[in-house]
């Protein structure tokens, strides 16, 4: 944890206190005693291809009028999952413009999150991603018939 992730570190100590951690003590979350053999598989696409998608799909969002939809949205009620959403602040508050330069960069650090949570996965396997989706689908059968 980071040190200056407050909420963590006092939950940390709290722990501690009481003698305890939240440290497992092995990996639950991958172990095979926990899961069905798997196959996990992730894309992996040039940073200028990502950051390309990510403009294209947040203009298709202001141009089906996501400024609107989140407008509507907060004028009733909405859960504290749904009020965290990516960008949902910045779309209410801000001019269009800014809102949108503020998505992009939320969701491109958001995508680069996803990217290193990824690589700690030891047994994940990348495909590259920057080719037809007829042939990206065709690796991942053919990486899924093979075991």
Known sequence: ??????????????????????????DRLW????????????LDVPPDWLEQRIRTRTEDMFARGVIEEV????????????EKALGLRELADGSPELAREQLIARTRRYAAY??????????????????????VAGDILGLVSAR
């Open 114 to 135: 996803q990217r290193k949570w990824m690589r700690r996965i030891g047994s994940l396997v990348m495909i590259d991603g920057d080719r037809p989706p007829e042939e």
């Open 31 to 42: 172990s095979g005693g926990t899961r069905l053999p798997t196959k996990v598989m992730g």
């Open 71 to 82: 407008r509507e949205a907060l004028a009733g009620e909405i859960s504290r999952t749904a």
């Open 1 to 26: 944890m980071h040190r200056n992730d407050r909420r963590r570190v006092v939950r940390a100590l709290e722990l501690a206190e009481r003698g305890s951690s939240l440290v497992p003590t092995h």
